[in-house]
């Protein structure tokens, strides 16, 4: 069973606005990933925050991580038509023995 | 150097035939995964290799799916008796220390009739 959920399952804005994607987890992590795909192929890495990390950016992208609550956000800021693809957060939990557990993602469309 | 190999690109087979997918991993790459995505949904894991240890078999669906490594490098997933259930994309990573960064193939679309 995946362990990640992610909100919202779909996101359709207009080119120049900001997206943001939410996912939540259930047990500790040592790091949380962020994966797109296109056209459900293969994955792209965009960042990766480490459980002692708060919060991270990569051009564009923001993440925030709070392990409190078991959550972590993905901040598209001023998109374009080319971000739209499906975004999947993913954990590298302590007791997963390297293995990464994915959310089943957030289909991202961006209107021109 | 070059990315996650995969092949064949689509595979359609007829229920109840074996099926190979191939991964070349990127050179060096010590772990080596294994997901199905089935449309729309998000990926599931099935095996991982590590080097040398044991693989991590916890994913596997059922015993007609296998998988196995040679020298450390070029990974075959087998599924015997294909189902219409198996019908997916099957995706291929390798990362190096576990849990880092993983670099994903292009995959195989695997379409049983």
């Known amino acids: 069973s995946q362990q990640g959920e992610e909100d919202p399952q779909a996101l359709s804005i207009q080119e120049g606005e900001n997206a943001t994607m939410n996912c939540s987890y259930k047990t500790s992590i040592n790091n949380l990933q962020w994966y797109r795909q296109n056209s459900g192929r293969g994955l792209v890495h965009l960042i990766l925050?480490?459980?002692?990390?708060r919060e991270k950016h990569s051009g564009r992208l923001r993440v925030t991580l709070d392990t409190s609550k078991k959550s972590s956000s993905l901040l598209i800021t001023a998109s374009r038509a080319a971000d739209t693809a499906s975004y999947f957060c993913a954990t590298d939990g302590k007791n997963q023995g390297g293995k990464l557990i994915f959310g089943q993602g957030t289909e991202l469309s961006v209107k021109p | 150097g070059a990315g996650v190999s995969q092949s064949p690109s689509n595979k359609v087979t007829e229920k109840g035939k074996d099926v190979e997918l191939r991964c070349d991993p990127i050179s060096g790459h010590t772990a080596l995964y294994w997901y199905r995505q089935s449309l729309g949904q998000g990926l599931e894991f099935l095996i991982y290799f590590q080097g040398n240890s044991a693989p991590d078999k916890s994913g596997l669906p059922s015993d007609r799916f296998s998988a196995e490594r040679t020298g450390g490098s070029v990974s075959t997933l087998t599924i015997q008796r294909t189902q219409q259930e198996d019908s997916a994309v099957y995706l291929c990573?390798?990362?190096?220390?576990?849990?880092?960064?993983?670099?994903f193939g292009p995959g195989t679309r695997l379409l049983v009739l």
């Open positions: 990573a390798s990362s190096r220390p576990t849990g880092e960064t993983q670099y």
């Open positions: 925050i480490r459980s002692n990390e």
